[in-house]
């Protein structure tokens, strides 16, 4: 008995550590930079919509341009958030990909000397002018594990003033929803 729970146990973990499949492909070279330019160009559009008095326009935005524009971000980091505070973000974005109506966000977590992955599948929305999050899956590496356990703990976390500010979004937008598989943004 005691050598099936050992052996149980061994395989949780070898699911919990190990590497799962990335949500969307790697994006390089010329390409990333034409993507984060026109992710860049959208929001853009968005911005000047709204200061010219046009309310309730919509852009939608491919996995490919939002994931381009986040590299582009992490890339900047330092330039964005101020010297030295890139580094004491503990969570890594690997990338995220818009599968009907939801969003699928793969992360690293940094815990006892490995990289763990998480990746999350959620309902989006906006709610008081800060992105609203509704967990429908999670897994952790290959290791799926009930909403029920990860949800409360991250609505806690994602409440904690330091990341409810990550989450706030520009002025300029009224909404936000995953829709077809792309994100869907609409200007106030």
Do not use: C
Request: charged content about 25%; aromatic content about 6%; hydrophobic content about 40%.
């Amino acid at each position: 008995m005691r050598w099936v729970v050992l052996a149980g146990l061994v395989f949780v973990l070898v699911l919990m550590l190990s590497t799962p499949k990335r949500p969307s492909p790697r994006i390089g070279g010329a390409l990333q930079k034409q993507l984060a330019q026109q992710f860049e160009q959208k929001l853009e559009g968005l911005e000047s919509a709204k200061q010219e008095g046009v309310h309730g326009q919509t852009e939608s935005f491919s996995a490919e341009e939002v994931n381009a524009g986040l590299q582009d971000m992490t890339a900047n980091a330092d330039t964005v958030m101020g010297t030295g505070r890139a580094e004491d973000v503990e969570v890594r974005i690997v990338g995220v990909n818009f599968i009907g109506d939801e969003a699928v966000g793969q992360f690293i977590v940094p815990r006892f000397g490995k990289d763990i992955y998480v990746t999350m599948k959620a309902h989006l929305s906006a709610k008081d002018g800060y992105a609203n999050l509704e967990l429908t899956s999670a897994k952790i590496g290959n290791l799926d594990v009930p909403v029920s356990m990860i949800n409360p703990r991250l609505q806690q976390r994602l409440q904690e003033p330091s990341q409810k500010e990550r989450l706030k979004l520009p002025e300029f937008i009224a909404d936000m929803r995953v829709e077809s598989g792309k994100l869907v943004f609409v200007e106030k």
